[in-house]
């Protein structure tokens, strides 16, 4: 059975950094594309970053472009997301998922097959 269990969150002031992990198991994480998502109170989830299966192809939101990166180690089964130069509109519940696809990936919530729970980030001075 596939899972996906994020971690990282926490409280941390403007301007401050944070890196989220996602832990992948029960699939060969090899063959999915991995995506974060994050959902912030009364808005809709957006996609914030995604890396396709081969690690060659990234994609990354105009609103964190700059800021955020994406990373995996398939050696670990762990996929990375790295925050940098947080602001109060980063606060959001995060989420990793994942679809299976080969040498894409893609930022829209509909293709993808497995969610994790999500980790809350809170950026509060």
């Known amino acids: 059975q596939l899972k996906a269990v994020e971690s990282g969150g926490g409280l941390v002031q403007p301007g401050g950094s944070l890196r989220l992990s996602c832990v992948i198991s029960g699939f060969n994480l090899r063959a999915y594309a991995i995506g974060w998502f994050r959902q912030a109170p009364g808005k809709v989830r957006e996609g914030v970053a995604c890396v396709s299966n081969d690690q060659r192809h990234h994609n990354v939101a105009d609103s964190v472009k700059g800021r955020f990166t994406i990373s995996r180690d398939d050696a670990v089964d762990t996929i990375y997301l790295h925050m940098n130069h947080l602001n109060a509109e980063d606060t959001a519940v995060y989420y990793c998922?994942?679809?299976?696809?080969?040498?894409?990936?893609?930022?829209?919530?509909?293709?993808?097959?497995?969610w994790g729970q999500g980790t809350q980030v809170t950026v509060s001075s």
């Open positions: 998922a994942a679809y299976r696809a080969q040498f894409v990936c893609s930022l829209d919530e509909g293709r993808y097959t497995s």
